[in-house]
């Protein structure tokens, strides 16, 4: 190997650290900017959002919320298995969102609040030998069987991490994203968004790229692709706003997307991560769970040399992580899964 070729591979093995590591601060300082706006008035375009915390927790400024929190169950559930399809892996991260109920969740979707009650009963009933993500996944299947809501957007929110610990493997990343969706939430739709957007950050840490979400419409069902495309469509010809309300996890998906494709940047701009994820909270409505989906996946984009440094300082959150441990946690994946 050539001096030149050595230089070349470890250039590119950092501008992949610096990627990963975006992906989790992206969602978090994106969740943490969107938090002091949540259901309140929409921000007009003139308006720069600000990490002044307040929102439904209260938060600190800088504190990200259930998002960033539900994600940090999973991101630290690959940090600590190689194979997250397998049952354990599952449920480290079932158990995960239990303790995190109890001991910090700052505020909780309806959907995951229902879940998570529900198993917690039905594992007090059963006992200790009972699975936590038998039971759950079990649970929301059978709400979503009854007719009942349940595509919420509580589970794309969380998902992301999920594309570092599968970067050269977009199969199972589709795996993967459909499993820890049904955990919380059993409508399919709601798995497909998370399928669609872990392939979107897959390619945007792996190619530096967004084509990642219209890729990843050939790893749906077959009955579901004409759908997406279509809701792809729309995102891309209205703005942020027409999305809102977002709670249904298109909805959700739709203003995050529209967010980053009406919000040009260039490759060396100093905005190019908060420009599209300003927009995203400007949206209106969920504004910190439509901050923190289209954070991560600019923050897979443009790396965590993207996100500013005021941003970084102030982020920090349950159960105590601030912008350092969660770019540690980042790369402690990468090496799990040999990305
Ligand atoms: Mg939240």
Redesign the pocket.
């Known amino acids: 190997m050539t001096p030149r070729a050595t230089d070349r591979s470890r250039d590119d093995r950092e501008e992949r650290e610096d990627r990963a590591a975006g992906v989790l601060l992206g969602a978090a300082c994106g969740?943490a900017l969107g938090?002091p706006y949540?259901f309140a008035a929409r921000l007009p375009e003139d308006r720069v959002p600000e990490m002044v915390g307040g929102g439904l927790g209260p938060y600190a400024p800088g504190e990200y919320?259930?998002?960033t929190q539900m994600a940090v169950c999973i991101a630290e559930t690959l940090r600590d298995h190689g194979e997250p399809c397998s049952d354990l892996a599952l449920e480290q991260t079932a158990r995960a969102f239990l303790r995190w109920r109890r001991e910090g969740a700052s505020?909780i979707g309806a959907q995951t609040a229902q879940v998570l009650g529900g198993t917690e009963r039905a594992l007090a009933a059963e006992g200790a030998g009972a699975g936590a993500a038998e039971t759950m996944a079990g649970l929301s299947a059978r709400m979503f069987g009854s007719g009942q809501r349940c595509a919420g957007n509580g589970s794309l929110m969380r998902t992301a991490p999920l594309a570092l610990a599968h970067l050269d493997d977009p199969r199972g990343l589709a795996e993967s994203a459909r499993l820890y969706s049904l955990l919380t939430h059993g409508d399919p739709l709601a798995a497909q968004a998370c399928v669609l957007w872990c392939e979107a950050v897959r390619q945007a840490v792996v190619h530096g790229t967004y084509e990642g979400l219209h890729a990843g419409l050939d790893l749906l069902e077959s009955g579901a692709r004409d759908t997406w495309a279509g809701h792809l469509a729309e995102a891309e010809n209205a703005p942020p706003g027409s999305f809102a309300p977002n709670g249904f996890v298109v909805r959700a998906l739709q203003a995050a997307w529209s967010a980053i494709v009406h919000t040009p940047v260039e490759a060396g701009s100093p905005d190019r991560y908060t420009a599209p994820v300003q927009a995203a909270v400007r949206a209106g409505d969920d504004t910190?769970?439509v901050a923190a989906i289209a954070g991560a996946l600019v923050g897979a984009r443009w790396g965590r040399s993207s996100v500013p440094q005021g941003y970084l300082d102030a982020v920090h959150g349950w159960p105590g992580y601030r912008a350092d441990g969660l770019a540690g946690l980042a790369g402690e994946i990468l090496r799990r899964h040999g990305g």
Do not use: L, M
């Open positions: 969740d938090v949540e919320s259930d998002d505020d910190d769970t």
